[in-house]
Structure formats: structure tokens, C-alpha cells
């Protein structure tokens, strides 16, 4: 039988470094602004500052994002780099000390002992694939698809400043108090989580319904503050 095997089915990226970020900033976005706009609009009417409490907040809040996101993957880009250096130079020195170590892996595995002998063979005649094999074996990394920092942090940043901007729009269009921002949000979080549904095993209903809790619960604290805040007069 010769020719490649035919794929029947295809899986989703589950290592790329766009989802996560991604993500994680449009939720982080919508519920952290939505409770900054709620906390101010406890303390004070004046929708001026109130809209200026958001974009501040939306201003903040992406570039934080984006620049712990870019940090973050750049270091674990650069551990992993150095860890295939560090096997890379095993490979050169002590090559059939590693290609005995491969073979080894494939016996844990269940292959048979002269078949695991030939097949780390073969593979050890190519250093790149050799190389690859190694580093997904033992560090659970390919060389070629480490994440990248820069679309992680570029992500965020859009990410973010799409989830942040929903319950801040209602007052630059003119609204006068929190109710519009509110629905919105609601309804925003909600939708999100719904959507997140589609890349797990959770329902959609399950995901909206507990991300609209999360940000609820999280506005309605910040609101509380503002209010005593503002009546305090601080």
C-alpha cells in the first residue's frame, strides 16, 4: 500500500497564540470596563467624567493588555528557544546516545524494540526532523510553531479595546445615565460568552449566561462603591 493515509477528519488550533489573548481580552475588556463605567456612575451624573472614566479605563486597559501579553509569550518563546539550543547541541555531540533515548520513547509507548530501533533511526538521518521529534517528545514544543509575542500582544490590544468600547459607546452617543451602558453590556456579555461556547464543550446558554453573572456581579460591586464613595464625599 503506497501513498499518504487519508485524513477524515481535521482539528481546531488548540497552541496558536491568537485565542487565548483574544479571548481573554474581550471578556477582560467588556467586564472591567463596564465596572469601572458602573463604579463611576455610582459616585457622580455627570456624564463627562463618566465617559472620560472609560476611555481612560479603555486607554489603560489595552495597553496593559498588550504589553503583558507581549512579555509573557516573548519569554516563554525565548525558554523554549533556549531548551531547543540546549538539544540541538545534544543532537551534535551525542548522537546515538539520543538516538537510543528516541527509540526508548517509542518502546514506552508500546512500539516493538527493533521496530522503535529502525524508526529512530531513520528519523535521526534528518537533524531538523530529528530535532523536532525530540523537542515535541520531551518539551512538548515544535521548533517551528512556537507562539508569536507580537500577535499575541497585537490580540489583546484589539481584543480588548473591542470588549472595553461597548458599554462606553452609549455615552458618547449621549446617553445620560447608566441604564443604556448597562443593556448593552448585558447583552454583550452574554453574546460573548455564547460565542466562547464555540471553541469548548460548554453549552451556549451555560457560557452566556455565566459571563453575564461575572460581569453583573462585578459592576453591581463597583457600583456599590461609587455610590458610597459619592455620598461619602471623598
Known amino acids: 500500500m503506497t501513498g499518504r493515509a487519508e485524513i477524515h477528519h481535521q482539528h481546531r488550533d488548540v497552541t496558536g497564540g491568537w485565542l487565548r489573548p483574544s479571548v481573554f481580552g474581550a471578556m477582560d475588556g467588556l467586564v472591567s470596563n463596564f465596572a469601572l463605567i458602573a463604579g463611576v456612575a455610582g459616585g457622580t451624573t455627570n456624564t463627562k467624567v463618566i465617559a472620560l472614566g472609560g476611555v481612560a479605563g479603555l486607554a489603560a486597559g489595552a495597553l496593559s493588555m498588550a504589553g503583558g501579553e507581549y512579555v509573557s509569550v516573548a519569554s516563554q518563546r525565548e525558554l523554549a528557544q533556549a531548551e531547543l539550543a540546549v538539544e540541538r547541541r545534544e543532537l551534535a555531540r551525542h548522537p546515538d546516545d539520543e538516538q537510543a533515548e528516541l527509540a526508548q520513547t517509542f518502546v514506552d509507548k508500546g512500539v516493538e524494540p527493533g521496530l522503535a530501533d529502525e524508526v529512530s533511526r531513520q528519523i535521526s538521518r534528518n537533524p531538523d526532523r530529528a530535532l523536532e521529534v525530540h523537542a515535541q517528545n520531551e518539551l512538548g514544543v515544535a521548533p517551528g510553531d512556537l507562539p508569536s509575542p507580537v500577535v499575541a ?76 464613595i459619592g455620598a461619602a464625599g471623598l
Open 153 to 228: 500582544a497585537v490580540s489583546s490590544f484589539l481584543s480588548f479595546s473591542l470588549g472595553a468600547v461597548l458599554p462606553l459607546l452609549p455615552y458618547l452617543l449621549g446617553a445620560r445615565d447608566l441604564a443604556l451602558s448597562a443593556a448593552v453590556s448585558c447583552v454583550a456579555l452574554f453574546a460573548a460568552g455564547a460565542l466562547v461556547s464555540a471553541v469548548t464543550a460548554r453549552s451556549w446558554w451555560y457560557s452566556g449566561l455565566r459571563q453575564l453573572v461575572v460581569g453583573a456581579i462585578a459592576a453591581a460591586v463597583t457600583f456599590g462603591l461609587g455610590n458610597l
